[in-house]
């Protein structure tokens, strides 16, 4: 027996848009059940979503990738991206920095595995708490890259102990007592008990991730390439292109959210003074200590930092967000 002819052409909650839907629309839109319905099993971490999580209409979707970036167009890019990391790594001759990029790697990359291990916890936190199905895709995806991260530069770093064993195995060390690091780690710690969703999202890709990316990524890039290690740079400037895809994602989420009313922008402003100094401290103390090894000229790490502020402070006042007290853009410590 056939099944009556409805005229449907779509799913049930796709048809008021009165067109056919994308790949992502499809695949992205009303994943989560239990922001209306509840979770089926009652545990302690349903309470904790009670607490923790923003509220949600039911149905709604209001966020969007502007990519409109699915599981499988990341799976394919992830691929590209993969193959052409393994062609530079595998390069002839590549195995054996200099010792000026021997410095670098053991006082900033090495232990830089630790706080993009932690960044990645909390951009896997916000996703699960977020109760928008799109929203939780983007960091999730989010959350893969920064592990891609922690991997690739494993995988390296490995790679170059065949010739230098050494090299790394002070990375812990450097990342619990070196003073150039201690900002960076109350960054991280303070972000993995920051448990409100809208100011852990903020703070993660608003403040820190940002001014932290300037350090390990762009400022990482340019030393690199000064210190005779080409294939680091490379890692670095592909890193540095899916930071511009988070970012994005982040302005455009964070953008609707404000608009409609579902994040509080004065919540926001007034939790921004304490993250504003607190990152701004930890990314000027490790863009200035390649200064104090001879790797760059003193100061300048911290202009750069200030520049990538500025940009920050653009991005909060999209938002309407300005640090509490403050009647200007907030790029002053």
């Known amino acids: ?7 449907q052409k779509t799913y049930w909650h796709l048809m008021g848009q009165r067109k056919v839907p994308s790949d992502y629309e499809i695949v992205g839109s009303r994943l989560h059940y239990y922001p209306q319905c ?4 009652d545990t302690p971490v349903a309470e904790w979503y009670r607490q923790h999580q923003p509220a949600a209409a039911p149905g709604d979707e209001p966020v969007r990738d502007p990519q409109g970036t ?4 990341y799976v394919r890019r992830k691929l590209e991206q993969e193959i052409h990391l393994d062609r530079v790594c595998h390069a002839p001759g590549q195995n054996v920095p200099d010792a000026p990029a021997r410095l670098l790697w ?3 990359v090495a232990p830089a595995r630790y706080p993009l291990h932690g960044l990645q916890m909390v951009a896997a936190y916000a996703g699960a708490l977020a109760p928008w199905g799109r929203l939780t895709v983007m960091l999730a995806m989010q959350a893969a890259d920064e592990m891609q991260r922690v991997h690739r530069l494993a995988y390296r770093l490995r790679q170059m102990q065949a010739a230098w064993p050494e ?3 002070t990375a812990a060390a450097e990342w619990e007592q070196a003073p150039c690091w201690q900002g960076m780690r109350a960054c991280v710690e303070r972000l993995l008990v920051t448990y409100d969703w809208q100011e852990s999202y903020f703070a993660l890709n608003f403040v820190v991730k940002p001014l932290w990316e300037e350090v390990l990524l762009a400022q990482g890039a340019d030393l690199a390439r000064a210190s005779g290690d080409p294939v680091l740079a490379t890692l670095l400037d592909c890193f540095a292109e899916d930071s511009g895809w988070h970012a994005a994602c982040a302005d455009a989420a964070l953008g609707t959210l404000v608009a409609r009313g579902l994040v509080a922008a004065d919540a ?6 304490r993250w504003h100094a607190l990152a701004l401290d930890a990314a000027t103390a490790l863009a200035e200590a390649p200064g104090a090894y001879g790797l760059q000229p003193s100061g300048q790490g911290g202009v750069r930092v200030r520049a990538a502020l500025a940009v920050c402070a653009a991005r909060w006042q999209a938002l309407g967000i300005t640090p ?10």
């Not at 027996?1 to 005229?7: D, L, R």
């Open 38 to 41: 509840g979770f089926a099993v």
């Open 167 to 169: 090299l790394g195995a």
């Open 70 to 73: 699915t599981y499988a167009t």
């Open 268 to 273: 926001l402003a007034h939790s921004l003074p």
């Open 324 to 333: 509490a007290g403050e009647g200007h853009d907030g790029a002053s410590a």
């Open 1 to 7: 027996m056939q099944p009556p002819k409805t005229g």
């Open 106 to 108: 053991t006082q900033l």
